[in-house]
């Protein structure tokens, strides 16, 4: 299967990798790289000498012939680059977020559904053990009812990134639909959707919103997730989450190792072993499998679904559409909450 990576910056770099150790197990290559920074598209190749590479992702779908493609560009233009390599009859692993905006998302399914090729989204919180054990308790009932849950993502300001663009609302979505939208997809993942939201917010001095805490109702149970860019840059990325079982809390702490404790009513202390991805530590060409984690997994998902010729069902264009709706909504709540300050 020839493959192409359209974006190596700090995401598409992962994907690259995690190709690239796939490449090991399975009938598949990078073969055309495009990057519209010189030093990240040499870094990718340096992966795949033979690979074609193009300063720009819709020349390399313009002459390139290819099965599949990852698109991890910055997000205003998943949307371009995803219709045309669909249109072209690619499969596509799309970053999240799915677009920026609903009629953006509807266009991605509509090529999707006319080409009929396959599709899917990086929600990657959905493949992350840490989440995953969460999920299964909810859905087994292991400590009785969930009472509530309040989940956090914080992370220093991003002045990272291609020409700057996370500081451009209409380019990232702001904190929103960048980093909050990994909590609130999972939520939908494991809850479905809420019957009502309401949304705390702070904005930087550019307008663009920069901490959302948004509150979930679900019958007999809340949940709140904060998202956050601090000002600061000396900030720790910082995911966690606590979910207060009517048996047990279950904490997550993505700065801790181990990450998951589970506190029993009865003064008991777990800390579960997490299923990580195992098959190789170490591939032929010294990337570490455990690094790239549950991208991995994510990657490996999809390509299984490709060999086996069906649609991905999990971060499928459908779910991260929602998600992408419900964050659009969010962030109109964050802007009216910032007004009435
Ligand atoms: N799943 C996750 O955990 C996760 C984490 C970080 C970022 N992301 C997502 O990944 C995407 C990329 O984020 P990033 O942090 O890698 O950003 P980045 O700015 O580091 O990388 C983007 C890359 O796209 C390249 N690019 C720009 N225009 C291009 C064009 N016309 N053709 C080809 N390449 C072009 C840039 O040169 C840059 O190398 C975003 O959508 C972001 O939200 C996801």
């Given at each position: 299967m020839k493959v192409g990576m359209i974006g190596v910056g700090g995401m598409g770099s992962t994907h690259n990798s995690a190709v690239k150790v796939l490449s090991e197990t399975k009938d598949i290559a990078?073969?055309?790289?495009?990057?519209?920074?010189?030093?990240?598209?040499?870094?990718?190749?340096?992966?795949?000498?033979?690979?074609?590479?193009?300063?720009?992702?819709?020349?390399?779908?313009?002459?390139?012939?290819?099965?599949?493609?990852h698109i991890c560009t910055p997000s205003y233009m998943h949307a371009d680059f995803a219709v045309a390599a669909m249109d072209r009859g690619l499969h596509v692993l799309t970053e999240k977020p799915m677009a920026l905006t609903e009629a953006d998302?509807?266009?991605?399914?509509?090529?999707?559904?006319?080409?009929?090729?396959?599709?899917?989204?990086?929600?990657?919180?959905?493949?992350?053990?840490?989440?995953?054990?969460?999920?299964?308790?909810?859905?087994?009932?292991?400590?009785?009812?969930?009472?509530?849950?309040?989940?956090?993502?914080?992370?220093?300001n991003v002045l990272w990134g291609y020409?700057?663009?996370?500081?451009?609302?209409?380019?990232?979505?702001?904190?929103?639909?960048?980093?909050?939208?990994?909590?609130?997809?999972?939520?939908?993942?494991?809850?479905?959707?809420?019957?009502?939201?309401?949304?705390?917010?702070?904005?930087?001095?550019?307008?663009?919103?920069?901490?959302?805490?948004?509150?979930?109702?679900?019958?007999?149970?809340?949940?709140?997730?904060?998202g956050l860019w601090d000002t600061t840059p000396v900030l720790p990325f910082h995911p966690s989450y606590r979910a207060y079982f009517e048996n047990a809390t279950i904490t997550y702490d993505g700065c801790e190792h181990p990450s998951v404790t589970v506190r029993r009513r009865d003064g008991s202390i777990e800390t579960p072993e997490l299923k990580t991805e195992s098959a190789l530590d170490t591939c032929s060409s010294g990337i570490n499998i455990k690094s790239l984690g549950s991208y991995f997994t994510e990657i490996s998902y999809f390509y299984d679904c490709l060999e086996k010729n069906i649609r991905p069902d999990i971060a499928s264009l459908e779910e991260a559409a929602a998600s992408v709706k419900l964050m659009l909504r969010e962030l109109e709540l964050a802007h009216r909450a910032c007004r009435q300050d």
């Amino acid at each position: 299967m020839k493959v192409g990576m359209i974006g190596v910056g700090g995401m598409g770099s992962t994907h690259n990798s995690a190709v690239k150790v796939l490449s090991e197990t399975k009938d598949i290559a990078v073969t055309a790289i495009a990057d519209a920074t010189p030093e990240n598209l040499q870094k990718a190749a340096a992966l795949w000498p033979d690979a074609h590479t193009y300063a720009d992702g819709m020349e390399l779908l313009e002459k390139e012939e290819l099965d599949c493609v990852h698109i991890c560009t910055p997000s205003y233009m998943h949307a371009d680059f995803a219709v045309a390599a669909m249109d072209r009859g690619l499969h596509v692993l799309t970053e999240k977020p799915m677009a920026l905006t609903e009629a953006d998302c509807e266009r991605m399914i509509a090529a999707r559904d006319r080409s009929h090729v396959q599709a899917m989204v990086g929600h990657v919180v959905r493949f992350f053990p840490e989440y995953l054990f969460l999920k299964e308790a909810y859905e087994k009932g292991t400590y009785g009812k969930l009472k509530s849950l309040v989940m956090q993502r914080l992370s220093q300001n991003v002045l990272w990134g291609y020409q700057n663009w996370f500081q451009d609302e209409k380019k990232s979505g702001s904190v929103v639909l960048d980093l909050h939208i990994h909590d609130a997809d999972f939520l939908l993942y494991m809850l479905g959707q809420p019957e009502d939201i309401s949304v705390q917010a702070t904005a930087f001095d550019s307008g663009m919103i920069n901490q959302v805490v948004t509150t979930y109702s679900y019958p007999g149970l809340f949940v709140t997730a904060e998202g956050l860019w601090d000002t600061t840059p000396v900030l720790p990325f910082h995911p966690s989450y606590r979910a207060y079982f009517e048996n047990a809390t279950i904490t997550y702490d993505g700065c801790e190792h181990p990450s998951v404790t589970v506190r029993r009513r009865d003064g008991s202390i777990e800390t579960p072993e997490l299923k990580t991805e195992s098959a190789l530590d170490t591939c032929s060409s010294g990337i570490n499998i455990k690094s790239l984690g549950s991208y991995f997994t994510e990657i490996s998902y999809f390509y299984d679904c490709l060999e086996k010729n069906i649609r991905p069902d999990i971060a499928s264009l459908e779910e991260a559409a929602a998600s992408v709706k419900l964050m659009l909504r969010e962030l109109e709540l964050a802007h009216r909450a910032c007004r009435q300050d």
